[in-house]
């Protein structure tokens, strides 16, 4: 018996490929035989990460872990595979909020529905990254046994050295940053963070920037409609970084003072454990697997009027015992998401199946 | 967290009503999915002349066409051969580039073209049931007499 895992891209930097990696690691230690396939790698990873997914041979007593987070022809050969299937779903963001701004985007997402649809009633098992995530699966007509278990996430790789120049020049000008990480995608909202940091700016602390760490490739439109925004409304000191290397994000998050993330569309978000591990109080908006995710690890709001937006990053940023408590609430809820924690539940789920 | 959130939620709730911050913030709807600032009114002739300049110039060539004689020459050929390397890959990209616009314009002139023609028949239907038309209610009128 082996336990292979299924993804369509291993990507490089990305959350899903990193798990991928963590995972047969995982089961490799746990001395199960594994194997990772792929339709295809990231050049910037070593060439043996994963195997083409063509060469995949499983027997009826094996495990084949599918990372399910899009539309690809994979969803429908995995239907169709002999042996017990296991869903890690990714979750998929629904097209409607890629309308206007990629229509291949949002084709793909409808095409990863139908096929999240199509392995419904061939799913043996589900390893859900959120109790949302869990939720839209069973939404979908899954009815299997399941399990949630947040992604595994390698955070031994943040304690690598910062960028000190970013460090420097952005903390030693008595400036307020407020941050936030991911993709320029519309499902995350970046709008209403700016719309909520021009009240903030303009009302509270003038001495503030905004900071969107994320790669805009593939959103131009989104992004340039974000830049037209930004200039209509006359705002200044936001930044984009677009993409930078990994030395450099850990110095924004160093850098950051809150992070604030209005996102409406999410299946874990990894930046807020990101935050948390960097002691970043975090304000975030009470929707899809956000909650889940944070725990009690920050403050979750169930409004988004940009000017309240801005009264709570106010009150947060000016009462240094709340910004404590938040650091330590965030620091205790990392635990939760710690590797070792994370790899145990993983095993427990795999043990019980197993038996 | 130790505090009791509900406490701290009406706290912030209360300074938000108090302070009643102007809502001066135009939605993020004005400004359009499409850039149209950037973009001029629709002119049929300009649309025309873009369409043929793509055309006509959408491969760039990596041939500078140096044909000097002489020492020049030769110097002028041995620098364009040492960045080659660096030149060719750009040259590649751009004109990867430019098939894509080039592709993209010409299935918009397609479009326009496709929706010309379209507008042309409508145009012609509706002449069509206008004549018609007349025709039913001058028959309906001389048999209304009649009766």
């Known amino acids: ?16 490929g990193n798990e991928t990696i963590a995972i047969k690691k995982m089961l490799s230690d746990a001395g199960y035989q594994t194997e990772l396939y792929a339709d295809g790698v990231d050049k910037r990873l070593p060439s043996d990460t994963a195997k083409p997914v063509q060469k995949l041979k499983v027997s009826k007593d094996d495990i084949v872990i599918y990372h399910l987070a899009t539309g690809t022809p994979l969803n429908y050969e995995m239907g169709r595979l002999d042996c017990r299937l296991f869903i890690r779903y990714h979750n998929i963001t629904p097209s409607r909020f890629f309308k206007g701004y990629s229509t291949k985007l949002a084709a793909l997402d409808e095409e990863g529905y139908a096929g999240a649809r199509f392995l419904a009633d061939k799913a043996d098992h589900i390893l859900a990254v959120s109790e949302y995530n869990l939720s839209d699966l069973r939404g979908m007509g899954y009815q299997c046994g399941a399990d949630v278990v947040p992604i595994l996430l390698a955070l031994d790789d943040y304690k690598k050295k910062p960028n000190e120049e970013i460090i420097k020049k952005y903390t030693s000008d008595g400036y307020t940053n407020i941050l936030f990480t991911g993709r320029i995608v519309p499902n995350k909202k970046h ?107 920050g403050i979750v709001i169930d409004n988004k009027e940009p000017r309240y937006v801005a009264e709570w990053m106010n009150r947060i940023l000016t009462d240094e015992a709340l910004m404590q408590e938040m650091k330590e609430a965030g620091k205790k809820r990392l635990s939760d998401l710690s590797r070792e924690k994370v790899e145990r539940m993983f095993l427990d789920c795999l043990k019980r199946q197993l038996a | 967290m130790e505090r009791d959130m509900n406490i701290l939620k009406e706290q912030v709730e209360e300074s938000f009503r108090k302070r009643n911050l102007p809502e001066e913030l135009a939605p993020f709807d004005t400004v359009s999915i499409h850039s149209a600032r950037t973009v001029e009114p629709y002119d049929e002739e300009v649309f025309g002349d873009y369409i043929q300049d793509v055309n006509g110039y959408c491969t760039v060539s990596d041939d500078l066409g140096v044909r000097h004689p002489g020492l020049k020459g030769v110097m002028k050929r041995l620098m364009i051969k040492l960045v080659r390397f660096y030149v060719l890959p750009i040259v590649e990209k751009q004109n990867l580039y430019n098939a894509t616009v080039k592709g993209a314009m010409n299935q918009f002139d397609a479009y326009v073209a496709y929706n010309e023609a379209r507008m042309e028949y409508y145009e012609k239907q509706i002449e069509r049931l206008e004549n018609e038309l007349s025709v039913l209610q001058g028959k309906n009128k001389t048999e209304r007499q009649s009766l």
């Open chain 1, 191 to 297: 709008e209403d963070i700016i719309r909520a940091f021009y009240y903030y700016k303009t009302y509270f602390n003038e001495k503030s920037r905004l900071i969107f760490v994320g790669n805009e490739s593939g959103m131009e439109k989104y992004y340039n409609r974000l830049k037209d925004y930004i200039s209509l409304t006359g705002l200044k000191d936001v930044i984009f970084t677009g993409h930078i290397k990994f030395d450099e994000i850990l110095a924004w998050y160093r850098a950051a003072d809150l992070f604030l993330c209005l996102s409406e569309h999410e299946g874990f978000c990894v930046p807020l454990v990101e935050a948390m591990y960097f002691e970043v109080p975090i304000l975030a908006y009470d929707c899809c697997a956000v909650p889940d995710t944070l725990g009690e690890g």
């Open chain 1, 1 to 16: 018996m082996k336990i292979v895992q299924v993804v369509p891209t291993v990507a490089f930097g990305d959350a899903i």
